[in-house]
């Protein structure tokens, strides 16, 4: 996830954050690194809503569903 202020070219001088998102198939976990960056104001807390969405052996299709609340910090969720 990439953010800045969306007005200015403050991303030039490295006025923005990145999350990094990384999903395991085989564990289904989502790792959801640390926020790294020097754009401010840094929201305190987010929600992400993830979605998991995967091809049954019957050809339908399952979904999973967790709402997650990111306090800027390492987190890792089991999602199934």
Do not use: C
Not at 30 to 37: A, Q, W, Y
Not at 42 to 70: A, C, H, Q, W
């Amino acid at each position: 996830l990439y953010e800045d202020d969306n007005e200015t070219y403050g991303y030039e001088t490295g006025k923005y954050n990145e999350i990094d998102f990384e999903w395991n198939d085989k564990t289904k976990e989502l790792s959801i690194s640390h926020i790294r960056g020097n754009a401010y104001p840094k929201l305190i807390s987010r929600r992400f809503n993830i979605e998991v969405i995967e091809p049954d052996t019957d050809g339908t299709v399952r979904k999973y569903m967790k709402l997650l609340e990111y306090l800027n910090k390492k987190q890792i969720v089991v999602i199934k």
